[in-house]
């Protein structure tokens, strides 16, 4: 198993406003081979900003970069930048592999 996570720096008071961003996408994840599931997750709260997660899991780091060199994402990032003001700098990627 492959688990995603997409970390996110939220500037204080724009939080409802990132989570309703996420709650109205279309992420286009359905019927995606290796797709298992997705989840965004809030963490710590800090003096500028607060901390969120997009949480996928996938059945292989394969099916993932697969997924990410697809129409599919394609589709699901094709707006990212139009909520820019929300984020205190870029997202950061980490990718972890099921050991155990």
């Not at 997660?53 to 589709?75: G, I, K, M, P």
């Not at 139009?82 to 099921?98: C, I």
């Amino acid at each position: 198993m492959h688990i995603v996570m997409n970390n996110f720096k939220i500037k204080i008071g724009r939080e409802e406003e990132f989570e309703e961003v996420w709650r109205n996408r279309d992420s286009h994840l359905e019927g995606v081979p290796g797709f298992l599931d997705f989840h965004l997750i809030k963490g710590h709260t800090h003096s500028d900003h607060t901390m969120y997660a997009s949480h996928s899991t996938w059945d292989s780091q394969e099916s993932f970069y697969n997924w990410v060199h697809s129409e599919s994402f394609r589709l699901a990032h094709k707006d990212a930048g139009k909520h820019s003001d929300l984020y205190l700098g870029p997202p950061h990627l980490v990718e972890y592999s099921v050991v155990i």
